[in-house]
């Protein structure tokens, strides 16, 4: 796969595309009704706004990746739901979910 610094192998974008899918994962724990008092506080609007700033170098690395924009576009649509008062966990929860699957997308052709 050709970047922006070199070429790195398809074995290392899977195991770096994993790691994306668990930290856009937690986007839904943390939100979990179900779930996210085991947690214990978590800034997450400031985790949100890592995930997006490591999605846009990822962006800028692998050359602009048209998928990228639809990632961080659904990603967006979900913060969007959350900071809407009474908003529908059902509603967030499908938006990262939509992620997951464009996150598959990213670099497909190339890996």
């Known amino acids: 796969m050709r970047t922006l610094y070199g070429d790195y192998s398809k074995e290392q974008f899977e195991k770096y595309r994993?790691?994306?899918h668990s930290k856009i994962h937690w986007l839904i724990l943390y939100k979990d009704?179900?779930?996210c008092d085991k947690f214990g506080y978590?800034?997450?609007?400031k985790y949100f706004y890592s995930l997006m700033?490591?999605?846009n170098a990822l962006n800028e690395i692998?050359?602009?990746?048209?998928?990228?924009i639809e990632l961080?576009?659904?990603l967006q649509a979900g913060y969007d739901e959350i900071q809407k008062g009474g908003y529908e966990y059902k509603n967030y929860r499908k938006f990262i979910l939509d992620a997951h699957?464009?996150?598959d997308k990213v670099c497909?052709?190339?890996v």
């Open 18 to 20: 994993e790691k994306l």
């Open 108 to 110: 497909c052709e190339e």
């Open 101 to 103: 699957s464009v996150l």
């Open 53 to 55: 700033c490591e999605i």
């Open 72 to 74: 961080m576009t659904i």
């Open 33 to 35: 009704p179900e779930t």
């Open 42 to 45: 978590v800034d997450f609007d």
């Open 62 to 68: 692998i050359l602009d990746d048209p998928y990228v």
